[in-house]
């Protein structure tokens, strides 16, 4: 049997890692500046992280959500000290999309309605509901384009008040940071004025950290940088993934206590597991100990400062160290140039013309010094 063929690969095959490294068979080691998707948080192979995996892997692994697993409770205890997010109960899954998909049925069922508002470049997976509110229609099939989903433009203000006016709405989704679509962002007026008219017209605000949180910003979640003083964001669910489990396929949602829960609206076999929570929990006591979030914040800040100083970017987007360089090329090929004559690895996005930049959390000055000479000498 052959696989079936839909990844373009580059020719490295990564047979160890630790940290920002990446060795290949052949001896060749890589810095990581992609994080497999942005899903590497805390470095590769961080030792607590390998530690509280293996030492669950002896006691127990794996098993379903029929009886009590304490580890979920942990987590959510922990999940909801460091994010701030005290007013939640979460729900535990496998993806980014997994989750997307069940913050949309929960806004279905919560309202009894079934359209949703997402946004131009939007991305939030590839399955049912989730890809349908993905601004993506070649990833789309037929079965998928049942689902009725109105894409609006990043703030603007009107648009979005003359569609969720029309009180056929169960959700808005919307990432604070755009991943795949390319860095661009609500304006914080705009995401605070589309959480009042959810709020007016009793919709649900999904907000899909996805890609943007666990610390990637600088702060827990990128929708927290949104909130004022006078005014605070507060989704009513938010959708959680990649850095979450540094690897291990967890994901969940956040969902706030004004929607309530009852025995068989939400199920999976898998999510929740005994080692997702312990790689979950890994991961938060690792950002916690190691003050990753305001270091991500001061690193993305540093980097920007830096990347100034090559002529070639014309913009620079994203905060923390979700973060994307901008040219009036395509980058495909500096991409190619900076793995194989490099050796680093780097992203692209929907925009063609921009290199994504999303490192684990814990990177140094020095490595962001490497990656923008080698993208210079790549300029050059
Ligand atoms: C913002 C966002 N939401 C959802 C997803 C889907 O996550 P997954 O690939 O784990 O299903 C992604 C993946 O890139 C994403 O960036």
Redesign the pocket.
């Known amino acids: 049997m052959d696989l079936f063929d839909v990844y373009p690969l580059y020719d490295v095959t990564p047979v160890s890692a630790e940290g920002i490294e990446v060795k290949d068979d052949h001896g060749t080691t890589y810095l990581d500046f992609y994080g497999g998707?942005?899903v590497i948080s805390i470095g590769h192979s961080h030792p607590h992280y390998v530690q509280r995996l293996k030492e669950q892997l002896d006691q127990i692994g794996f098993y379903s959500n029929s009886i009590k697993n304490p580890l979920q409770n942990e987590l959510a205890q922990k999940l909801g000290a460091l994010s701030g997010c005290h007013d939640y109960n979460l729900f535990l899954c496998n993806?980014?999309?997994?989750?997307?998909e069940n913050a949309l049925k929960l806004a279905s069922f919560h309202t009894g309605k079934s359209k949703v508002i997402a946004f131009s470049n939007s991305?939030?997976?590839?399955?049912s509901a989730?890809v349908a509110t993905t601004d993506l229609p070649a990833i789309n099939a037929p079965i998928n384009k049942q689902q009725q989903v109105t894409f609006l433009p990043l703030n603007d203000f009107e648009a979005f008040e003359k569609s969720i006016q029309t009180d056929e709405y169960c959700a808005v989704i919307l990432?604070a940071i755009?991943?795949?679509g390319g860095l661009d962002e609500p304006a914080t007026e705009f995401y605070q004025f589309i959480a009042e008219h959810c709020k007016q017209y009793k919709v649900v605000l999904i907000a899909?950290e996805?890609?943007?949180g666990f610390g990637r910003s600088g702060a827990f979640f990128a929708f927290q940088h949104h909130t004022s003083t006078a005014l605070s964001v507060q989704p009513d669910i938010i959708?959680i993934?990649?850095g979450m489990g540094n690897g291990f396929p967890v994901?969940g949602v956040l969902i706030h206590e004004s929607i309530k829960a009852s025995y068989g609206l939400l199920g999976t076999t898998f999510g929740g597991n005994h080692l997702a929570c312990a790689a979950t929990l890994a991961v938060l006591e690792v950002l916690e100990k190691e003050n990753l979030i305001p270091h991500a914040a001061q690193l993305g800040d540093y980097f920007k400062e830096q990347a100034k100083g090559i002529p070639q970017v014309k913009n620079i987007k994203g905060r923390g160290l979700m973060l994307g360089l901008e040219f009036d090329f395509e980058v495909g090929q500096l991409r190619k140039n900076l793995i194989y004559n490099q050796h680093i690895f780097t992203g692209g996005s929907k925009n063609k013309n921009l290199l994504r930049i999303l490192p684990a959390l814990n990177i140094s000055k020095e490595h962001i010094d490497t990656l923008l000479t080698s993208i210079q000498t790549e300029l050059a």
């Open positions: 998707h942005a993806s980014g999309a997994e989750a997307n991305f939030h997976g590839r399955t989730a990432e755009q991943g795949v899909d996805v890609q943007s959708s993934a990649k994901g």
